[in-house]
Each structure stands twice: as C-alpha cells, then as structure tokens.
T-cell receptor, first 114, second 115 residues
C-alpha cells in the first residue's frame, strides 16, 4: 500500500537554528510531492510542491525541499527558523491515480523557542 | 484564487442525530473533492474521494452508510454523518482539486462534537 513516513514527530529548535524534516514515501511510479503547514488554529496551507523538473524546490517563507528519487525522499529544509514557524508540518504524496487523492504523513510538530 | 470554504466551522450535536457539512469551491470548479478526518495530534486520514455526478469512492474501513457524501455540483460536496456517536467527534476537512493541477486546496475544517 502507498504510504508516507515522517521521521520526526516532535522537533524543538531555537530561533536561527537550521531545520530539516525527513519524509519518505513508498510509491513505485511517478509522484507529486507536497509539504503542507498547519499553524495553530488554522487550516492547512501549501508550503511547496514538486511534480517535475528541478528536484530542489523553493516554497514560501524561505522553505525548500529536495526530491531524491533514489531514496524515495522529499526532505524539508529551512536555513534559519523563526518563532513564527512553530506549527505542524505534513508531507503528502499523490501519484495521479484516484483523482489525485493525496496521502499524508503523520506530521511533525515543530516548536521554535524565542 | 482557489479558495475552499467549509460550513459550519464548529458543530455540536446530540448522539443519534445527523449532521451535514458543506464544502464549497468558491472561485473554481472542482470535479474532485476529498474528505479527510483528523484526530487530535494526528495526521489527516483520507475518508473518501467525491466525484461530481457520481458515487463517492470510500477508503477501506470507512462506513459509506454512516458517512454519506454527495457531490451534486461542480462547486459543492456535502458530508453527512448519520446517527452520530461520540466516537465520531473529530475534525473533518475537505479539499478540492483544480482540474489540470496536481495539488488540492483545503477548507478550514469542521470540528464536530457529539454529546
């Protein structure tokens, strides 16, 4: 079955620290990959997406992610986090089947200390 | 663009009653909408895929008679939780896909509490 795995459930960082959140997926073919963010009390927002081309994608708010096909990974990075990045981050994947139904990872809760 | 609106944002109902949640795409036509359920501190679990004008496709383990989905128009899908029980209390989120694009856009969610 298709699945998405996020390595870290909780991450605590100090402001200005660098961030890397891991994501691996188990789809066999062509995939579309996403990172979503959910700030406290708010709905999901798309941070960035990859579906083809340059495997290093840049998103909003200084986030970027790198697609490594050989490792089935799509890790999220940010060089210097801010207190306002405190949120939950979800990696998600679809493969274009089932009407592009999207499967989510378990999420990583990030807390940034001021 | 690509705004998805859910209504209501919060609802409290008595055990045994039914509750309807609406999901609207405000500025685009959505041939496909998705319904998710999110338990506290957990991820989004896909419940079903809703296609305009046809029956919804439910994920394994989701009771189709309990969670009725209707997608009667290109801008509206509804989820009805029938004979609700306290264990149905959860956060329900819909998303809609813009035709020709790979990602879906999410509504703000509906918090259902069954007492």
């Amino acid at each position: 079955a298709q699945s998405v795995s996020q390595h870290n459930h909780h991450v605590i960082l100090s402001e200005a620290a660098s961030l890397e959140l891991g994501c691996n997926y188990s789809y066999g073919g062509t995939v579309n990959l996403f990172w979503y963010v959910q700030y406290p009390g708010q709905h999901l927002q798309l941070l960035l997406k990859y579906f083809s081309g340059d495997p290093l994608v840049k998103g909003i708010k200084g986030f970027e992610a790198e697609f490594i096909k050989s490792k089935f990974s799509f890790n999220l990075r940010k060089p210097s986090v801010q207190w306002s990045d405190t949120a939950e981050y979800f990696c998600a994947v679809n493969d274009g089947t089932g009407g592009f139904k999207t499967i989510f990872g378990a999420g990583t809760r990030l807390f940034v200390k001021a | 663009g690509a705004v998805v609106s859910q209504h209501p944002s919060r609802v409290i109902c008595k055990s045994g009653t039914s509750v309807k949640i609406e999901c609207r795409s405000l500025d685009f036509q959505a041939t496909t909408m998705f319904w998710y359920r999110q338990f506290p501190k957990q991820s989004l679990m896909l419940m079903a895929t809703s296609n305009e004008g046809s029956k919804a496709t439910y994920e394994q383990g989701v009771e189709k008679d309990k969670f009725l989905i209707n997608h009667a128009s290109l801008t509206l899908s509804t989820l009805t939780v029938t004979s609700a029980h306290p264990e149905d209390s959860s956060f329900y989120i819909c998303s809609a896909r813009v035709q020709g694009r790979t990602e879906a856009f999410f509504g703000q969610g509906t918090r259902l509490t069954v007492v």
